[in-house]
């Protein structure tokens, strides 16, 4: 089946630093993938829709400048999370639409801490 | 609009019991359906999905049938493990590049 990993799965951090998680779809292409914010026991917030080679499509409420998101390749898209403060500790997971654009598969997580 | 409810949890089952977790939608069109687990610390994972009327998918013993006349994609398994212990999302999209969760729904599956 497909996979989508990230990279790093776990990250730790001082306040005011910017932190950067990729993305990869390993044995298909995409061009399309979205970026979620989990928090703990709840669902899965949409941050952006990324397309391969345009701008990053952001959800009402997220900042674009606060969480950059680069696509530019096929199978790699950057979430980077600039000046993080500890309210920007969550799960982040990725997801990455298959050829037939009909289902997503989704990366394992990456989980960002804050100091 | 689209949307995605689920039964709340959380669910916890004695290990064979029979296991239902409710998923009823509000879509415009035709919408592909899908359920996702969530092991803990983990991403999602595709479990099982239907992309048309009265389809069924299935995955690991579980099942789910894509009811129109009910919107309804409720899943269920006839005889639960420990190992099924997880979060479920029950999910729909109609174009592809929308997806709608729903909340989740924890199960615990006690020996």
Request: charged fraction near 15%; charge should be negative; aromatic fraction near 12%.
């Amino acid at each position: 089946g497909a996979v989508v990993s990230q990279h790093p799965s776990w990250v730790i951090c001082k306040s005011g630093t910017s932190v950067k998680i990729e993305c990869r779809s390993l044995d298909f292409q995409a061009t399309t993938m979205f970026w979620y914010r989990q928090f703990p026991k709840q669902s899965l917030m949409l941050m952006a829709t990324s397309n391969e080679g345009s701008k990053a499509t952001y959800e009402q409420g997220v900042e674009k400048d606060k969480f950059l998101i680069n696509h530019a390749s096929l199978t790699l898209s950057t979430l980077t999370v600039t000046s993080a403060h500890p309210e920007d500790s969550s799960f982040y997971i990725c997801s990455a639409l298959n050829t037939g654009g009909e289902t997503q598969y989704f990366g394992p997580g990456t989980r960002l801490l804050v100091l | 609009g689209n949307s995605v409810t689920q039964m709340e949890g959380p669910v916890t089952l004695s290990e064979e019991a029979f296991l239902t977790i409710n998923c009823t939608y509000t879509a415009t069109g035709y919408p592909s359906l899908f359920w996702y687990v969530q092991y803990p610390g983990e991403g999602l994972q595709l479990l099982l999905k239907a992309t048309k009327a009265d389809d069924k998918g299935s995955n690991k013993g579980f099942e789910a049938t894509y009811r129109k006349e009910t919107t309804s994609f409720h899943l269920e398994k006839g005889s639960v493990q420990v190992s099924d212990s997880a979060v479920y999302f029950c999910a729909l999209t109609n174009t592809g590049n929308q997806f709608y969760f729903g909340t989740g729904t924890s199960l615990t599956v006690i020996p």
